[in-house]
């Protein structure tokens, strides 16, 4: 990095600039979901000037000359590009390298001069340390973003499954990496231990098939490779022709404990990823030592190593966008001006990709690594509407009842309205000991285009926990301290109390989304919720422009966003606390308000579609918890409870 990258290009921010399509080269199908991914990204960036990085619109994946991916006279075409500049400060994508009959690493048929390779199959002789990455081979089908969850659920027993061992895939007669799995045979006893393969590959598998290949062929039909995969305890991971193999991403999204069987590969993204933790390594030259050594495994590490198979598949390879967004985190966390994220961080739950580092360097910060509770909090008021300012009025007695929670440390009422804000002397008085602020912010304010006002990281948020609240809500003292005494045992998710659903509509083929009283819920509206101040970083920093754009349009769905994000990251539905089912039922400035609109759920059901096609999938998880007070509605005298009011609101 010090002496082939420009790490002046970075200083300011880093940003990806990717070229204009060749209009005589049509990528492949993979490579156009990589560059999508790309674009719609938050690195992205139109500007080569403000460019850290540079990616080619020109495929790189498949350069087996024999592929109809490959795209010839490569290395012309990029002599002409206006900033390659022998490749620096370039990233070069790449699966396949090499063909028939060596499928040499190096083959790639272009100069790719100070790039810093992203390949897979790499061997740890070829990585140049701390400037290439190792990625994992995927399918031509592999999903662009979202991808299918990890097989295994919690508490997975039992922990041994109905094989011990097991692989099934093709046996190369001759050539590279044959010699590996000719002896495959060996160790297969056709019953813990299930070790098949097959000849029938290839043209002219039968000119060159040997003895045993009738067997073999015959003995690998017998099983399913989705069964083996499903009730195995390890999956012997071969290399292929290449050092990589399909199997990697397989075995690992399956839960069953790779056996990494491809001497001197380096791993994808080892250089921030403990493979121990999540793999075993065998040596090609040891393969009949496999079956006892797996056997030796005691019970507990089972658990631990196929625990971590998921948080790895689930964090960094689940989908094309995962893999691409863990290079470019790599290579960011290498830049002087970056603080890096520590192998903890890396290795543990939710990962990298969400933990920004410019955010604290300081794990305790964090929501999802908190051991410590925010013993108190800062209430953010979102006034949209311009409602009248009286003693009577719903937002007065709701800034009073705020101020009688003995953990409340600073009201931020955020004025985003045409209408000039109140005086000071209009506003309820406070205790001295709490800090109030008004913000006054049109909402036509150009320098907050795009990012909804009320998420917005305020430096006057100090406090971990933040309540976010709705001018027109309607909230008493102790259902706001109870409502942040359950948010000091949840800090990573939504506690609150107005919540919603989404469902499928099989009918419409799309996601719905309803108000309506059931016994379970998706979503806490942030119009009365608490919520850890990490996410506002998130919200405004890490989102695809493609999210706010949708907010922005809509004026609209800020909240269903960021239920959307907090899900997305701890992979938990928000909480709910106890009764209230009335939200925004009070009438507004001339007897309309915008959650009295007709068109406002098919709009939030337009957004809930957006978000979803914009993620990838559908992070949103329902739930049937509602927390209550001890005592609750208990037939015994209220001056036992805790919570004396909270059972007096009307549901």
Known sequence: METCFDISKCQKDFRIYVYPPDENVEPSHSY???LKVLRESRYYTSDAAEACLFVLSLDTLDRDHLSTDYV??????IQKLPYWNRGLN?????LYAGTWPDYNENGLDFDYGFAILAKASMSESHLRPNFDISIPL????YPEKGGDPGFVLSNNFPLNKNYLLAFKGKRYVHGIGSETRNSFYHIHNAQDVVIVTTCKHGKSWKDMKDDRCDEDNKEFDKYDYDVLLQNSTFCLV???RRLGSFRFLETLQSGCIPVILSNGWALPFAQVINWKKAAIFADERLLLQIPDMVRSISAKKILELRQQTQILWDRYFSSIEK??????????????????????????HPGALVTLQKFSDSPTDFPFHSSTHSERFTAVIYCQLGLSLTPSSTLYRLITNLSKSKYLHRIIVVWSNDKRSPPNNRWPPLPSHIHFHVLQSSSTDPTNAGIAQRFFPHPLIETSAVLSLDEDTTMTT????????????????????????????????????????????????????????????????????????????????????????????TRRPPIKVTQRKQYKGLPSVGGWSPWNDPDHFIQRQTCLNTFAAVFGYMPLLRSNLRLDPVLFKDSVSNMRKKYRQIELVGS
């Open 32 to 34: 156009q979901k990589l």
């Open 72 to 77: 010839k006279n490569l290395q012309g075409r």
């Open 90 to 94: 370039h990233v070069i994508f790449n």
């Open 138 to 141: 995927f399918h031509k089908t």
């Open 238 to 240: 071969p290399r292929g």
């Open 323 to 348: 893999i691409v967004f863990s290079t470019f985190e790599i290579i960011r966390d290498r830049l002087p001006n970056n603080l890096p994220r520590d192998g903890v961080v890396w290795n543990n």
């Open 478 to 569: 102790d259902e706001v301290d109870f409502a942040f005494k359950v948010w000091q045992q949840f800090p990573e998710r939504i506690v609150g109390y107005p919540a919603r659903s989404h469902y499928w509509d099989d009918a419409k083929a799309s996601w719905g989304y309803t108000s309506k009283w059931t016994n379970d819920y998706s979503i806490v509206l942030t119009g009365a919720a608490f919520y850890h101040r990490y996410y506002n970083v998130l919200y405004s920093q890490w989102l695809s422009p493609l999210l706010h754009k949708t907010v922005e349009q809509s004026q609209n769905c800020e909240d269903i966003l960021m239920n959307f994000l907090v899900s997305h990251v």
